[in-house]
T-cell receptor, first 113, second 114 residues
Framework: LAKTTQPISMDSYEGQEVNITCSHN???????ITWYQQFPSQGPRFIIQ???TKVTNEVASLFIPADRKSSTLSLPRVSLSDTAVYYCLVGGVYDTGRRALTFGSGTRLQVQP | DAGVTQSPTHLIKTRGQQVTLRCSPKSGHDTVSWYQQALGQGPQFIFQYYEEEERQRGNFPDRFSGHQFPNYSSELNVNALWLGDSALYLC?????????????FGPGTRLLVL
């Protein structure tokens, strides 16, 4: 499974846009890129998923360049409630079976008032 | 549309005991994966069940076993508990055949081994 690298932590202020970049140099052709958000003592919450170019939903945007070796999660106008750990994962459905997710250490985002 | 549910929410055991954790997948999902999350770390994959069989397994000893029932719900069993088994245990469900195989997580079960 492709390894991902993210910043350990980031700080921001309410109302700002936050961009978290993840590198995944050995991403495979079948792999999708998925981001999760996790609050303390809760299960990870699915944020967004994409394969290439740009994906946008009601909470975030995901930018994936043509070589797919990195991706950027963009959170518009963050609030205090966006303080959490954000995980970038890369994986797909493999011939050997169903997909397992490999989590790294994630990025701890702290939003200040 | 019910999401992933897990029970119990919290559990305290002593070393050497055995524990069973339960998970009901999101409505319409047929695949269940289990993860262990130690404090301050990312979740680590334990195993995955589909069609009542273990399909993939992470780097966990045989003390960790599981089961999937015909209604797609699942159990995680841990025998001979160690102090190091204290963690948040997460269940995630997904739909086989979904190309993106998006996994949705439950709230977790917090296990404390004394």
């Amino acid at each position: 499974l492709a390894k991902t690298t993210q910043p350990i932590s980031m700080d921001s202020y309410e109302g700002q846009e936050v961009n978290i970049t993840c590198s995944h140099n050995n991403i495979a052709t079948n792999d999708y890129i998925t981001w999760y958000q996790q609050f303390p003592s809760q299960g990870p919450r699915f944020i967004i998923q994409g394969y290439k170019t740009k994906v946008t939903n009601e909470v975030a945007s995901l930018f994936i360049p043509a070589d797919r070796k990195s991706s950027t999660l963009s959170l518009p106008r963050v609030s205090l409630s966006d303080t959490a750990v954000y995980y970038c994962l890369v994986g797909g459905v493999y011939d050997t079976g169903r997909r397992a997710l490999t989590f790294g250490s994630g990025t701890r985002l702290q939003v200040q008032p | 549309d019910a999401g992933v549910t897990q029970s119990p929410t919290h559990l305290i055991k002593t070393r050497g005991q055995q524990v069973t954790l339960r998970c009901s997948p999101k409505s319409g999902h047929d695949t269940v994966s289990w993860y262990q999350q130690a404090l301050g770390q990312g979740p680590q994959f334990i195993f995955q069940y589909y069609e009542e069989e273990e399909r993939q397994r992470g780097n966990f000893p045989d003390r960790f076993s599981g089961h999937q029932f015909p209604n797609y719900s699942s159990e995680l069993n841990v025998n001979a508990l160690w102090l190091g088994d204290s963690a948040l245990y997460l269940c995630a469900s997904s739909l086989a055949g979904d190309k993106q195989e998006t996994q949705y997580f439950g709230p977790g079960t917090r296990l404390l081994v004394l």
